[in-house]
C-alpha cells in the first residue's frame, strides 16, 4: 500500500509518496494476527464461538474461513497465510462500541503507523452495505473512515499515522460507523501499530516528492488525505 505523507523539515516540506508505513519495524500489538485466537485484546462486542452457523449482530469470532460462523457467509481464508486464523466480525448498530482495542507503550514525541487488512464475508459476489472502519488513539480519531471492499473475500490493507506528542500509552481503537443490520459484514487480519522511520529512504521507497512553503512545525509527520 501507498500512502502520502508531508514531512516539514526547516523552511520547506517535503510530500513523499511512501510504500508500508511501517516494514521493518516492530509491531507493539501482543496478538495482531490472531493466531493466538481470542486473547491480547479487548472489545465491546460480544465472543461468540458457539453460535450454531450463525454469528449475531454485535458479535464476533476467531476462525479461519468466516463461513465456520455462518452459514451465508463467503468461504475464504485468513489474510497471513489462508490457513490461519482472522477477526470475524457482524456489525451492531452502535458506532461507539469498540470492536478491538488494546492499550502500547510508545515513546514520546514518535510517530506510529497503525495497519491492517480488512475484507467483506457477505453471502454472494458482493456486500451491499460493507462496513465503514474508524481508528481511534487516546479517544482522538485519526485519519478518515475507511470502508471494507464491497466484494467479498477481497483483502485491503488500510493505514493510518498518529504523533505521541507528550503521551507515553496509546490506546488504540478500531469502530465500526455503519449501523444498518443489513449487511456489514467484515474480517480484520494481521493488525500493527509500529513506530514509523524518520528516515524515510530507509524506511520505504520514494515514489515522488516535492517542496512546498507549509507552516507547519518542524520535524513533524502529516498525512495528506
Not at 41 to 48: C, E, I, K, L, V
Not at 158 to 180: G, K, M, R
Amino acid at each position: 500500500m501507498k500512502i502520502l505523507n508531508l514531512v516539514h523539515v526547516g523552511s520547506f516540506a517535503l510530500i513523499c509518496i511512501i510504500a508500508s508505513s511501517a516494514q521493518g519495524q516492530s509491531n507493539l500489538l501482543i496478538n495482531g494476527s490472531f493466531e493466538l485466537g481470542n486473547t491480547g485484546f479487548s472489545s465491546d462486542y460480544t465472543y461468540s464461538h458457539n453460535h450454531a452457523g450463525m454469528l449475531s449482530e454485535g458479535d464476533y469470532d476467531i476462525v479461519s474461513n468466516p463461513y465456520l460462523t455462518h452459514s451465508l457467509a463467503t468461504s475464504f481464508g485468513d489474510h497471513t497465510s489462508g490457513t490461519g486464523l482472522m477477526f470475524v466480525v457482524n456489525g451492531g448498530n452502535n458506532p461507539a462500541q469498540i470492536i478491538w482495542s488494546e492499550t502500547v507503550n510508545v515513546a514520546t514525541n514518535t510517530t506510529y503507523a497503525l495497519s491492517g487488512w480488512s475484507a467483506s464475508w457477505s453471502g454472494g459476489g458482493f456486500e451491499a452495505t460493507p462496513g465503514t472502519l474508524v481508528f481511534y488513539v487516546n479517544g482522538i480519531q485519526q485519519g478518515n473512515p475507511v470502508e471494507v471492499p464491497q466484494a467479498n473475500a477481497t483483502w485491503q490493507s488500510f493505514t493510518t499515522l498518529w504523533n505521541s506528542q507528550s503521551a507515553t500509552q496509546a490506546v488504540v481503537e478500531i469502530h465500526d460507523l455503519l449501523t444498518s443490520a443489513y449487511g456489514n459484514d467484515f474480517t480484520l487480519d494481521d493488525l500493527s501499530f509500529a513506530e514509523l522511520s524518520t528516515n524515510l529512504t530507509t524506511a520505504a521507497t520514494i515514489y515522488n516528492s516535492v517542496e512546498i512553503n507549509w507552516g507547519s512545525i518542524s520535524n513533524k509527520t502529516y498525512q495528506i488525505q
